[in-house]
């Protein structure tokens, strides 16, 4: 069956250090994967999206990483902050019976950054 | 700025009743989603619609129905709310090109 599995336990760092995200999926070929934001009570917010045919993306102090033969993609976020401190969600896209594609999401990795 | 809009941020509704969330985007987007998100399990998806009056079923459409009578507006119904259905509902909309998502800031509904 498909999946997308991402580390369900919270992630806590200090701030200024580099915080690290997997994503991980299997039985999927998708196009591109997508990375999110979402505070507690709100609805995801966008952040990136990595082609199949890109092996890095760099927004800021984000950065992505997309390996599609190790199936699995790698969220970056360098200097963290406090106000960095969310849930993150990966997304794939995923065929349905009738032919359209629909966003699969990860249950997302919460992380803490520490002042 | 993207503007998707649902019409409650807060609702608790009596088993039985049926309740009504509506969305509503400014964005002109064809592809509009309902999903809901429950602890542990994520955001799954209920039903989504790639134009006015077209809908598809999602993961998990038992015990909802839809609407999309003009293009910016999409409705989840519960027909008849149950305590099972308590959760947090989102709506999004996505471009045909299939890109990012945008979402609506959620509903969080309790059945009593």
């Known amino acids: 069956s498909q999946k997308i599995e991402q580390n369900s336990e919270a992630l806590n760092i200090q701030e200024g250090k580099t915080a690290t995200l997997t994503c991980n999926y299997t039985?999927?070929?998708?196009?591109?994967l997508q990375w999110y934001r979402q505070d507690p009570g709100r609805g995801p917010v966008f952040l990136l999206l990595i082609r199949e045919n890109e092996k890095e993306k760099r927004k800021e102090r984000l950065k992505v990483t997309f390996d599609t033969t190790l199936k699995q993609s790698l969220f970056h976020i360098t200097a963290s902050q406090p106000a960095d401190s969310a849930t993150y969600l990966c997304?794939?896209?995923?065929?349905?019976?009738?032919?359209?594609?629909?966003?699969?999401f990860g249950t997302g990795t919460r992380l803490l950054v520490s002042p | 700025d993207v503007k998707v809009t649902q019409s409650s941020r807060y609702l608790v509704k009596r088993t039985g009743e049926k309740v009504f969330l509506e969305c509503v985007q400014d964005?002109?987007?064809?592809?509009m989603f309902w999903y809901r998100q429950d602890p542990g399990l994520g955001l799954r998806l209920i039903y989504f619609s790639y134009d006015v009056k077209m809908k598809e079923k999602g993961d998990i459409p038992e015990g909802y129905s839809v609407s999309r009578e003009k293009k910016e507006r999409f409705s989840l119904i519960l027909e008849s709310a149950s305590t099972n259905q308590t959760s947090m509902y989102l709506c999004?909309?996505?471009?045909?090109?299939?890109?990012?998502?945008?979402f609506g800031q959620g509903t969080r509904l309790t059945v009593v």
């Open positions: 999004a909309i996505q471009t045909l090109r299939r890109t990012e998502a945008f």
């Open positions: 964005m002109d987007h064809e592809n």
């Open positions: 997304a794939l896209e995923r065929a349905m019976n009738t032919g359209f594609q629909k966003l699969v």
């Open positions: 039985n999927y070929s998708p196009a591109y």
